[in-house]
């Protein structure tokens, strides 16, 4: 018979292997972009990771521009907004 902390256990299992499943399957989609563009296209590995270079910049602005938008800067963009309604 299984008592109730090896049930508990075993959600926690179930759960920890489907995020890591999910983690798995999110880059799936990528690796065949990249195929697709080194294949097909024609695109050298020095190209492929320019481009994933210059793709990724938004992801490295957003935190900065959150941080200063956070401690102070949010004022004049309200009152800019409501100016102008």
Known sequence: M???????????????????FTQGTESLPGLAFFFYLKEKLGLTPEKLMYISA????????????GFFIDNGIKIPYIKITIKNE
Do not use: D, G, Q
């Open 54 to 65: 210059i793709v990724t910049i938004p992801w490295i602005i957003k935190p900065l521009e």
């Open 2 to 20: 299984v008592n109730m902390e090896n049930k508990k256990l075993l959600w926690l299992y179930i759960l920890s292997a489907s995020i890591y």
